[in-house]
């Protein structure tokens, strides 16, 4: 069973954060609990679940890149 906790964070903190669990696609709390996690047994979470979320594909500009456009053309349907 989750106990309820109050927090107090600077407005502009509590903005970030909820733009970090925005693009995380969970809560504030979800987020929270998550850091203090990671905070708490760094040990338990692996390189993957650490590299998860850490990175996005890049998209260059047409004709830019010629194995992107042959790669693209081939696999991505649109």
Known sequence: ???RV???LDPAIHQRAKRQA???KTSVSGLIETLLESAVSP??????DRMIGS???RS????TDPLYDALASRH???
């Open 1 to 3: 069973m989750k106990s």
């Open 6 to 8: 109050t927090i107090t």
């Open 22 to 24: 925005r693009a995380r």
């Open 43 to 48: 040990a338990k979470t692996s390189v993957v």
């Open 55 to 57: 990175s996005t594909l």
């Open 60 to 63: 260059p500009a047409a004709g």
């Open 76 to 78: 991505i349907k649109k």
